[in-house]
């Protein structure tokens, strides 16, 4: 499975950006989906899942209300819509996939895309 990220840029505080993650190579819907983020200088952290059929989705607390993922199995894509982005969102954001249950944990996903860049800045 090839996972590619798109969407990232810099904006303002206070502002929007879709990230999207296109799929190919495998049965996507079947697979959970993940976002994670790396900060410089930090650990790759858990952003949001979502499972396979899109029914569940799980955030990180200090992005809800603010983030919302969601999926379109007939494009083989996953979004993660963010809004009212704060300095402390910048990082480069990865999109993964695990055949199974979604989770917040980076070791169960086994494939990962390259990753896309966020800057939040004023």
């Known amino acids: 499975v090839q996972l590619v990220e798109s969407g990232g840029g810099l904006v303002q505080p206070g502002g929007s950006l879709r990230l999207s993650c296109a799929a190919s190579g495998g049965t996507f819907s079947r697979y959970a989906m993940g976002w994670f983020r790396q900060a410089p200088g930090k650990e790759r952290e858990f952003v949001a899942t979502i499972s396979w059929s899109g029914g569940s989705t799980n955030y990180v607390d200090h992005v809800k209300g603010r983030f919302t993922l969601s999926r379109d199995n007939a494009k083989n894509t996953v979004y993660l819509q963010m809004n009212n982005l704060k300095l402390e969102d910048t990082a480069v954001y990865y999109c993964?996939?695990?055949?199974?249950?979604?989770?917040?944990?980076?070791?169960?996903?086994?494939?990962w895309g390259q990753g896309t860049q966020v800057t939040v800045s004023s």
């Open positions: 993964a996939a695990r055949d199974g249950a979604s989770s917040s944990s980076s070791w169960r996903y086994d494939y």
